[in-house]
């Protein structure tokens, strides 16, 4: 876990897309960060203007190293971005994933059959394609994760599998910012908590158990 004082591992700064910013957050190697707030308040934008994926105002660093001084693909590998509803650029599940990945190996990491290897996209349910677009954005190079409600199409027993897999990557050193409208995941996973009003990050509100964004 993050100590107070780490140096960061991903430092916004003066981030603004649309109406949200400008935001400056800092999170260390090993920190969880939650977004909470209302349907609409910009938390995707964020998300995607942190990944830069869409034009954006202000700069983000990875370990001291400027976005727009890096090429996209080398951020975003790093900095990843995974949607709540994930694109699928081709029909089999399989040619999502690198072809020397055995990550049939993986799926019951996260409740899947290894079955689902052979499937076509089409027949996987929401939170069965949830789950996979999860492992194909879990990379080795991976140092910031960029969740977009990881868990919200997913049954109790699923989500916790899915917890479990991010507080390992936790473990490992990857930082996380994750959008959640659920109050006690955030609780479960998260060290800060922030909620995104008119544009701004604030210190969460909801629910008195949860620690605020300021504080550690
Ligand atoms: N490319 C864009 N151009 C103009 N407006 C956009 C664009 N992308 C998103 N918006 C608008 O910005 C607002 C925030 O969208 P966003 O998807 O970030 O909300 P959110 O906080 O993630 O909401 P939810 O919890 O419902 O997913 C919405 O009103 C949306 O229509």
Redo the contacts with the bound molecule.
């Keep these: 876990m993050a100590t107070a004082g780490s140096a960061p591992l991903l430092a916004l700064k003066g981030l603004q897309r ?3 910013g400008p935001v400056s957050l800092a999170l260390a190697a090993g920190e969880c960060v939650s977004l909470m ?12 203007a942190v990944a830069d994926l ?1 034009p954006h105002g202000g700069d983000a660093w990875l370990a001291g190293v400027a976005c727009s001084a890096m090429p996209a693909p080398a951020w975003r590998r790093q900095v990843t971005y995974v949607p ?1 509803e994930a694109g699928w650029w081709a029909d089999s599940v399989a040619a999502h994933f690198p072809p020397v990945t055995d990550f049939a190996a993986l799926l019951p990491r996260v409740g899947l059959s290894p079955a689902l290897a052979q499937a076509a996209v089409a027949r996987c349910s929401t939170g069965e394609r949830q789950r996979l677009a999860l492992l194909r954005a879990l990379q080795p190079g991976n140092r910031v994760l960029l969740l ?2 990881p868990t919200s199409g997913l049954d109790d027993a699923a989500r916790a599998l899915v917890e479990q897999l991010l507080q390992s990557r936790l473990a490992a050193g990857v930082a996380v910012l994750m ?1 959640t ?1 659920d109050a006690a995941q955030a609780q479960r996973l998260a060290h800060r908590h922030f909620e ?1 009003v008119g544009g701004q990050l604030q210190p969460a509100r909801h629910g008195a158990a949860l620690s605020p964004g300021g504080a550690r």
């Excluded at 209302?38 to 995607?48: E, I, P, T």
């Design positions: 649309l109406h949200v707030g209302a349907s609409g308040a910009g938390k995707s934008v964020l998300l995607r869409d709540a977009d409600e959008v409208h995104l």
